[in-house]
């Protein structure tokens, strides 16, 4: 087993990949990779595998985010197999690092071959619920001059996936009902994901609906 500095060390190098702000800064980074050791707990797989595909998953985020990529997983995946290689991480576990990393994008749905891309996908996923998931909605709605809600728009009504939307633009509750309430708890992989996403996912639910209450003045 890799020894903690050599993650710290990983830490370190991976900075520069990142934003300084936003929902997909290197704090998000740092929560899957707490999120995906809380999961690990009792599994039989290869902590290396996880914590390098966790503090990886996102490497190519920003260069997705500035249309330099198409896919920040698949480019990714490549792009932390090159880094592991040269940080002399062990050869025979870089395959598997580089595969979690392809598929970890909730998004696609692509169903994980290896414990290590299951456990991967749900502590990514469990960042997208709960109280710092709320946070994240809304400041990428302040960055993006969104509205907060609107009212006149019913939500069956707006496919988030339209690419006249795909900057989630309706409003940021629309988007939580398009996207964040999608995630319910049983389509997690792994057991102990499952119940921290239970307990997540009804925050962020009874979150949502008193929003709408206090915005009616009900509340």
């Given at each position: 087993?890799?020894?903690?500095?050599?993650?710290?060390?990983?830490?370190?190098?991976?900075?520069?990949?990142?934003?300084?702000?936003?929902?997909?800064?290197?704090?998000?980074?740092?929560?899957?990779?707490?999120?995906?050791?809380?999961?690990?707990?009792?599994?039989?797989?290869?902590?290396?595998?996880?914590?390098?595909?966790?503090?990886?998953?996102?490497?190519?985020?920003?260069?997705?985010?500035?249309?330099?990529?198409?896919?920040?997983?698949?480019?990714?995946?490549?792009?932390?197999?090159?880094?592991?290689?040269?940080?002399?991480?062990?050869?025979?576990?870089?395959?598997?690092?580089v595969y979690a990393i392809?598929?970890?994008?909730?998004?696609?749905?692509?169903?994980?071959?290896?414990?290590?891309?299951?456990?991967?996908?749900?502590?990514?996923?469990?960042?997208?619920?709960?109280?710092?998931?709320?946070?994240?909605?809304?400041?990428?709605?302040?960055?993006?001059?969104?509205?907060?809600?609107?009212?006149?728009?019913?939500?069956?009504?707006?496919?988030?996936?339209?690419?006249?939307?795909?900057?989630?633009?309706v409003s940021t509750i629309?988007?939580?009902?398009?996207?964040?309430?999608?995630?319910?708890?049983?389509?997690?992989?792994?057991?102990k994901a499952k119940e921290?996403?239970?307990?997540?996912?009804?925050?962020?639910?009874?979150?949502?609906?008193?929003?709408?209450?206090?915005?009616?003045?009900?509340?």
């Amino acid at each position: 087993m890799m020894k903690d500095r050599f993650f710290e060390e990983l830490k370190e190098k991976i900075q520069p990949y990142f934003e300084a702000g936003g929902s997909h800064s290197f704090d998000h980074t740092q929560r899957v990779f707490n999120n995906a050791v809380t999961i690990s707990e009792g599994e039989n797989v290869d902590l290396d595998i996880v914590k390098a595909a966790a503090l990886l998953h996102d490497i190519s985020r920003l260069k997705e985010d500035r249309n330099e990529v198409e896919c920040h997983a698949e480019h990714g995946s490549e792009t932390a197999g090159k880094i592991l290689k040269e940080m002399n991480f062990p050869e025979d576990k870089i395959k598997n690092v580089v595969y979690a990393i392809k598929v970890h994008r909730h998004s696609k749905d692509v169903k994980p071959k290896t414990k290590e891309a299951a456990i991967i996908q749900d502590a990514d996923r469990l960042d997208a619920l709960g109280a710092i998931c709320i946070a994240r909605m809304f400041s990428t709605g302040g960055r993006l001059n969104r509205p907060l809600y609107n009212p006149n728009i019913p939500f069956d009504k707006i496919d988030l996936y339209n690419s006249a939307l795909r900057d989630f633009s309706v409003s940021t509750i629309h988007s939580f009902h398009k996207k964040i309430l999608k995630l319910k708890p049983e389509t997690f992989k792994t057991k102990k994901a499952k119940e921290i996403a239970k307990d997540r996912y009804k925050f962020t639910e009874d979150f949502v609906e008193r929003f709408k209450l206090e915005w009616d003045g009900k509340k």
